[in-house]
């Protein structure tokens, strides 16, 4: 397999469901990223790891919770979630810093599409 | 203060023309890459093209190209000889050197060809 996958693509819970959502990327990279999607609104990026270890949280609520195993893997753990976490998270991986004057673009993955009943 | 600013919602462009897809940004970091993502109905998001704030020369990639106005602030995407296919959600990004792993995005421009 190549690029960067996700499973399921598509979740239906309830909200006192527990399920998890899981990401792998195959391109080597050490920084992988967990982003929100929701209808009409930009792209809210939730959680980045850089070699395993968690550098941004940005305010999200402990009904997610992270965990990164190694630099290829990248879960979301969902429980008791609400109706408006419905939506498409997307998980991400990009190389650290690099190139002067900038840095390595991103590799999303197709995109877990999810519902929250 | 918004660091990455996209004000078109939606455009159109006439299949084989050419459009541009309006990015502005805000940084105090003079290190700093650019970079444009295509998101198609299907939701996935593609990377198309990349600007590193040292460089030189405008990015292109096939028919797509970045015009980089550093003094400007800005990173439009010009796609030329429009297709069907390119029929989609466009994302500005930005990643600050100072900021290390962090990407900030647009709020996106729909973008629809008409046969």
């Known amino acids: 397999e190549t690029g960067v996958t996700q499973t399921p693509r598509h979740l239906v819970m309830g909200m006192t469901n527990k399920k998890s959502l899981k990401c792998e990327q195959h391109l080597g990279h050490n920084a992988m990223y967990w982003y929100k999607q929701s209808a009409k609104k930009p792209l809210e990026l939730m959680f980045v790891y850089n070699f395993k270890e968690q550098t941004e949280n940005n305010s999200v609520p402990s009904r997610f919770s992270p965990e990164c195993p190694n630099s290829s893997h990248l879960f979301l753990h969902l429980h008791t979630l609400q109706p408006e976490d419905s939506a498409l998270y997307l998980c991400?991986?990009?190389?650290?810093?690099?190139?002067?004057?900038?840095?390595?673009?991103?590799?999303f993955g197709p995109g877990t599409r999810l519902t929250v009943t | 203060a918004q660091k990455i600013t996209q004000t078109q919602p939606g455009m159109f462009v006439q299949e084989k023309e050419a459009v541009t897809l309006d990015c502005t940004y805000d940084?105090?970091?003079?290190?700093?890459?650019l970079f444009w993502y295509k998101q198609p109905s299907s939701g996935e998001m593609i990377f198309l093209i990349y600007?590193?704030?040292?460089?030189?020369q405008n990015a292109t990639e096939g028919r797509y190209s970045l015009n980089f106005q550093k003094a400007r602030k800005s990173a439009n995407l010009v796609i030329s000889a429009s297709q069907l296919g390119d029929s989609a959600m466009y994302f500005c990004?930005?990643?600050?050197?100072?900021?290390?792993?962090?990407?900030?995005f647009g709020t996106g421009t729909s973008l629809t060809v008409i046969p």
């Open positions: 991400a991986s990009s190389q650290g810093e690099g190139r002067v004057g900038g840095s390595y673009e991103q590799y």
């Open positions: 990004a930005m990643r600050e050197r100072g900021t290390g792993n962090q990407f900030y």
């Open positions: 600007q590193g704030s040292y460089d030189q």
């Open positions: 940084t105090s970091d003079p290190s700093y890459g």
